[in-house]
């Protein structure tokens, strides 16, 4: 029987460092009186001392036990990596059956609507014109973050199209992997409820469908229809994109259908909600990520009517939801695309749609540059009215035209003088029917034409207040400006009133528009500013009208708050109701309360001691505390802030811009969670409550 020798090969002199960071070729360092080095502590792995390494041929180092279970162990190792990765993409975004069919519950993870509890998923999504939309998620664990930096990983994130984003800023890693158009519209397929219930939501929701900016093929020419037969036709619109092909167009039906689920009352689908896909609100904010994905897919090169229309689809979606920025950027990716397609010309487009479209676009943009105190896109000559078009073309016409005057003056384009845009208001009152300028409307009135009544009044209304507002501001210290103090304080009041006569309506109190209730809400905020104002420098004649005109509002925002979901007007509500108690020595909010309002400015609500009284050496309690609060020996203060010409602008700010950090939600983010932000404002002014000078 032969004998097989093995020679031990002697080790270098000096060794010192352990086996595991020679086999990894790295820098083995013992820390002081520790048996174990720094990097076997790190990837906890034994320590163990190297050995002389015995010479043999191959097949006996492969063939040892210990040999081949190393192996075995780096190979289940490896496929345990591998599997991680498959598992990430699979489970959270499973691929498609052969059929195309999805569930409805793989179609909500695939758009990444069911994030960790504490995870915000503001800018999860690119913006809608320039940044790929993706599907997002979490890992879990340590490890897998340590497997981040592995080749293998590497690899495979490659061939999988995921990639790793660490700025969730929780410690973990977000995995990031982009769809195509197809995958987006084969979830949004699956998240279209069944035919009864879609006809339920578009039969519950036809009412408002004159507000929405354009409209399925044929429905125009079904206005005298039965109102199931102009569902039907919706029906067989949304329906009938998916077997298009087109994305453009099964977009179009999707925001469609979206703005019909927006805006469903809460009673009409609530005996069948558990028939649908998802709940109501998972389903609209689906059908808005994946329609904005397919858009940004599509790219902003493709002009096209398809996607003007959904542009402006989308843009309304945003401004219900209380998001004018980005409606704002919507609108002007609008207004690219008509211009690539030429409908701006009235000479060469005589198609009524077309131009109905470019007309929506530009003067949607020139109102919501007003709000943002940004300038407007395009000018537009001054065309002659047509006493044959529609009231409420004219009027909306002209009152456009007068806001790209106001905003070139705010901007500091031009110096066109007061007096002169005055007289353009004036003349655009004239427009107006007689009858509409009645407080009470007709109960006959149908619902559409109370909406465009009312709506049209705001607008004009508002015009005033914004030409008006720096001089009224500047007004508190030169008397000369009064009158600029007095044309704001009463548009400000119309436009509360008009508010309130749309939202006492049965027909029209569940419009959803944050974007309205938050412009209703600033000119009430104004109104209050004129009421803290010291008396011996105004009129206090209508000082108990305009309280119950503040008072009112606040109870209507809370009426419609209880009943559809709404954070501005809950928000409003809360804000208007401790004014009230802080200037009346009523307050019972919090002993602090700071609040900064997108687009407007900043409120505090504190309190000093009164006037003459004095101030107590001893160690406050948490007894002394509330007593000195509720006791008279306080008086609360109310200090604004305000940008004249561009509220709510930051651009002076230390933190920078507010909406850089949080422009997903805009108008419906926490107010108070901005209180801190400091910022030069163009107008501050400090009020006391009442008995101040007691």
Known sequence: ????????????????????????????????????????????????????????????????????????????????????????????????????????????????????PDESTAGTTGQLMNTPASSAYETPTDHEESLEQAPIVNLFSQMLDVRSDKSTGNGNIRWIRHLSSNEYITALKALVPRIDDLLLILESTMPYWFIWPTEPPGLNEAKGCQSYGRAALVKDFILNSFESRQPLRIVKGILWLALCVQQLPADAIKPRKGFLPALPQALFEAYMTGAKAILVNVGESVASMDRLECLLLYARLC??????????????????????????????????????????????????????????????????LDPNLPVVVRIVTGISSIVAHISDRN?????????????????????????????????????????????????????????????????????????????????????????????????????????????????????TIHLLTPPSSRSTARDADDWDVVTHLAQTFRQLAGTIECSVATQAATLLEYLYGAHHGTYVGPEEYAVFIPWFGKVKIGNV??????????????????????????????????????????????????????????????????????????????????????
């Open 609 to 694: 001691p009164r006037r003459g009284q004095t101030t107590s050496l001893s160690p406050p309690t948490p007894l002394s505390d509330m007593q000195d609060r509720n006791s008279s020996s306080l008086c609360s203060t109310i200090e604004f802030g305000i940008n004249c010409a561009i509220p709510g602008s930051l651009a002076r700010s230390e933190s920078g811009l507010w909406s850089s950090q949080f422009a997903g939600d805009e108008l419906g983010i926490d107010w108070t969670s901005l209180g801190d932000i400091e910022c030069d404002y163009d107008w501050t002014q400090l009020f006391y409550g009442a008995g101040y000078e007691n």
């Open 411 to 527: 901007q500091g384009l031009t110096e066109t003088p007061i007096d002169e845009i005055e007289t353009e208001i004036q003349a655009c009152s004239t427009l107006f029917p007689d009858e509409w300028w009645s407080v009470i409307p007709a109960e006959y009135m149908s619902f559409d034409a109370l909406y465009s009544r009312q709506v049209c009044k705001m607008y004009f209304f508002q015009l005033q207040k914004t030409l008006h507002l720096p001089n009224m501001l500047k007004a508190f210290g030169d008397p000369n400006l009064h009158t600029s103090r007095n044309i704001v304080i009463e548009a400000c009041r119309n436009v509360v009133s008009a508010y309130e006569v749309l939202r006492n309506s049965s027909k029209s109190a569940l419009v959803i528009c944050d974007l309205t209730d938050f412009t209703v809400f600033s000119a009430a905020l104004i109104i």
């Open 319 to 384: 401004i219900n939801m209380g998001k004018p920025q980005q409606a704002w950027t919507t609108v002007r990716s609008a207004i690219n695309c008509a211009l690539l397609l030429g409908i701006h010309r009235p000479d060469q487009c005589r198609d009524p749609v077309k131009q109905s479209l470019w007309s929506q676009a530009w003067q949607l943009d020139r109102q919501l540059s007003s709000i943002l105190g940004v300038p407007y896109s395009v000018p537009h000559p001054r065309y002659s």
């Open 1 to 116: 029987m032969s004998t097989k020798h093995h020679t031990t090969t002697r080790m270098r002199l000096g060794t010192r460092s352990c086996a595991e960071c020679r086999r990894r070729k790295v820098r083995c360092i013992f820390p002081t009186q520790s048996a174990i080095c720094q990097e076997c502590i790190a990837h906890n792995t034994p320590c163990r001392p190297q050995q002389p390494r015995t010479s043999s041929s191959s097949s006996d180092n492969i063939g040892s036990p210990g040999r081949q279970e190393g192996i075995q162990q780096r190979l289940r190792d490896l496929e345990d990596t591998v599997r991680q990765l498959l598992n990430r993409d699979t489970e959270q975004v499973e691929p498609l059956t052969t059929s195309g069919d999805m569930a409805p519950s793989r179609a909500i993870r695939l758009l990444h609507l069911t994030p960790e």
